[in-house]
């Protein structure tokens, strides 16, 4: 792959065991379950193929992200009622541990995942494909809001995604994170993500893994998500970031943060640049910055240095749906990571799986990967 500063017989290597200048092991990392931890809000993906009536119906434009309102609690039931629906286990950082899963294969379970959910036949379902997906999910259940859920209603090419955050806002770090028996699952992973999403849940929960992580030299990773985040939510951001190994980001969420920081630039080499240079607590790891562009080159930072890499190429006739390519890319890189594999490879894997969701709809993807 490309790189723009840096020879590559000298690619940067990170470990979850050692400093990131150690010389790479010659043996395979031997993966237990547990290894990797996720944290984040549960969703259950509803897809159903619907018309235009059902669209008119709930004022839905056919290709669009919304929260659900009001209005729209009665879709939730009629998309399951009325058309042939598909479950799958979503949401952010549970799909990206899914996917990470699905890249490793065996063993099954390395990927821990905790959030909330309701006592509910949408929890049941959300339990039942967690399982499916190989992930030990770990959901504090609650009765008083009913289970998140994401109703993708297909139209052709189109999809329209009404979003019911629900349970998923009621996590609550002193009856779940905080219980023995859970956190020894915190306590046995060597890698940690969380989507920016969940500081608007449990900003708590999140320092309280981040600053484990740091104290016990492991690797904390978190996403941006979405401008709003970096926005309306940077001091929470602010809060976590000095704990961060590897931050992701988009070139909008990017943009974004390097506004409310004024960073006086919109170049993102030189986002990555200064993200990278932010203060850090645990100064074993140097941090790294991740940040994709869609189709144009995905940038990394690390210490003084940058490198990019092309994305894999795709007819656009093979595009299907492109709304889980973020979560994938996650996905992919934590894979590779989890196994201490070198940072080029993790970037590798991580626009293969990007590669294959958006050939797909909804973040699924086949029963075995094709990638070495």
């Known amino acids: 792959m490309a790189s723009s500063e840096e020879p590559k017989a000298k690619k940067p290597k990170i470990s979850a065991h050692e400093d990131s200048d150690c010389a790479p092991k010659t043996s395979p990392i031997k993966l237990s379950p547990n290894s990797l931890f996720g944290m984040g809000n549960p969703l259950l993906d509803i897809c159903a193929v619907v018309d235009k009536d059902f669209l008119d119906k709930y004022t ?14 009665a879709l939730f039931d009629e998309i399951v009622n009325k ?31 905790f959030g909330c959910i309701g006592k509910d036949k949408f ?15 770990h959901y504090y259940e609650q009765d008083k809001e009913p289970t998140g859920s994401c109703a993708a209603c297909v139209t052709g090419a189109n999809r329209s995604l009404v979003a019911n955050l629900a349970a998923a806002n009621c996590y609550k770090k002193e009856k779940h994170l905080d219980l023995e ?26 320092l309280k893994v981040a600053k484990h992580a740091s104290e016990n030299n492991k690797l904390f990773c978190l996403n941006l998500s979405a401008p709003f985040i970096c926005q309306f939510f940077k001091d929470h951001l602010m809060q976590l970031l000095p704990y961060v190994d590897v931050l992701f980001g988009n070139e909008t969420e990017a943009a974004a943060f390097a506004k409310e920081q004024a960073f006086e630039t919109k170049d993102i080499k030189e986002i990555a640049k200064k993200v990278q240079a932010l203060p850090k607590i645990n100064t074993k790891r140097q941090r790294i910055v991740v940040l994709t562009q869609g189709t144009d080159e995905t940038v990394m ?19 299907v749906d492109t709304n889980g390519a973020g979560d994938a890319f996650v996905g992919g890189f934590l894979s590779g990571l989890v196994r201490e594999k070198t940072l080029d490879q993790c970037v590798r894997a991580a626009h293969y799986a990007a590669n294959v969701i958006i050939r797909r709809l909804g973040c699924t993807f086949p029963e075995k990967p094709d990638f070495v």
């Open 60 to 73: 839905l434009k056919p290709n669009d992200q919304i929260l659900a309102e009001d209005k729209h609690k």
């Open 181 to 206: 028996e859970n956190w020894k699952l915190v306590e046995k992973a060597k890698v940690y993500y969380i989507a920016g999403f969940f500081v608007t849940v449990s900003l708590e929960s999140m």
């Open 83 to 113: 058309f042939k629906a598909e479950y799958h286990a979503g949401g952010a950082t549970q799909n990206s541990i899914k996917i990470a899963q699905w890249m490793i294969q065996e063993p099954h379970n390395v990927g821990t995942f």
């Open 301 to 319: 930072a690390l210490s003084d240095k940058i490198e990019t890499f092309p994305v894999m190429a795709i007819d656009p006739k093979d595009l």
């Open 123 to 137: 929890g049941e379902i959300l339990k039942q494909k967690a399982e499916e997906a190989h992930i030990d999910a």
